[in-house]
């Protein structure tokens, strides 16, 4: 089986670029989530989306940060304008229902690196 | 949720077990142990949940004390693959994972 989809694994820009991370869950699944990965803050959860709509968003540090999810099997998290601060590693996981005790299941993640 | 509390590292000799110790205090009736391990530059990886009963899987077991305030992860036969950071999170269903710093393990030869 597929597991969760990142794309792209890595990207490097300069500050100030539009930067887009994509996720596929697993087919399935109707909860997905956004996580962000720092060496200082550990994995933070910035948002989350049940049946494709975003249900916690209190996560996502500022403005500059914002998610969607079109449909069951995407999801998109854009940060716009970029800064250097925002250089994190970014998962995406999801699960069969959010009220479920099934465990999440995680991407590998995309490595940001803004200039 | 209910939070957790790990060591911040252990160290563990191939081939033999590795039990990994958890203390949730403040655990409610309704809260599941989770854990996961996250390899260096992967996703997390899920590993293994209970509620109160002992439960064992293909990669570990856990076990959770009779009052469930805290739980251990074994690792059977520890590789060197099963270097990571080892995290246990509660939580009720609904509710958010929320990752503290876990356990850095590392399996030597």
């Known amino acids: 089986d597929a597991g969760v989809i990142q794309s792209p694994r890595h990207e490097v820009t300069e500050m100030g670029q539009e930067v887009t991370l994509r996720c596929k869950p697993i087919?399935?699944?109707?909860?997905l989530f956004w996580y962000r990965q720092t060496m200082m803050r550990g994995l933070e959860l910035l948002i989350y989306?049940?049946?494709?709509?975003?249900?916690?968003d209190s996560g996502m540090p500022e403005d500059r940060f914002s998610a969607k999810m079109p449909n069951a099997s995407f999801s998109t998290l854009k940060i716009q304008p970029s800064e250097p601060r925002d250089s994190a590693v970014y998962f995406c996981?999801?699960?069969?229902?959010?009220?479920?005790?099934?465990?999440?299941?995680f991407g590998d993640g995309t490595r940001l690196s803004i200039l | 949720d209910a939070k957790t509390t790990q060591p911040p590292s252990m160290d563990c000799a191939e081939g033999r077990a590795a039990n990994l110790p958890c203390n949730h205090s403040?655990?409610?009736?309704?809260?599941?142990v989770y854990w996961y391990r996250q390899i260096h530059s992967q996703g997390p990886q899920y590993i293994i949940h209970?509620?109160?009963n002992n439960e064992t899987n293909e990669m570990a077991s856990l076990i959770i004390t009779e009052d469930r305030k805290s739980s251990t992860l074994i690792l059977p036969h520890a590789t060197l693959r099963d270097t990571a950071v080892y995290y246990c999170?509660?939580?009720?269903?609904?509710?958010?994972?929320?990752f503290g710093g876990g356990t850095r393990v590392l399996v030597k030869p």
């Open positions: 996981a999801s699960i069969t229902d959010r009220d479920s005790n099934q465990p999440q299941h």
């Open positions: 087919s399935g699944h109707n909860s």
């Open positions: 989306f049940n049946n494709n709509v975003p249900i916690d």
């Open positions: 403040t655990i409610s009736g309704n809260e599941y």
């Open positions: 209970g509620l109160k």
């Open positions: 999170i509660v939580k009720s269903a609904g509710n958010k994972l929320t």
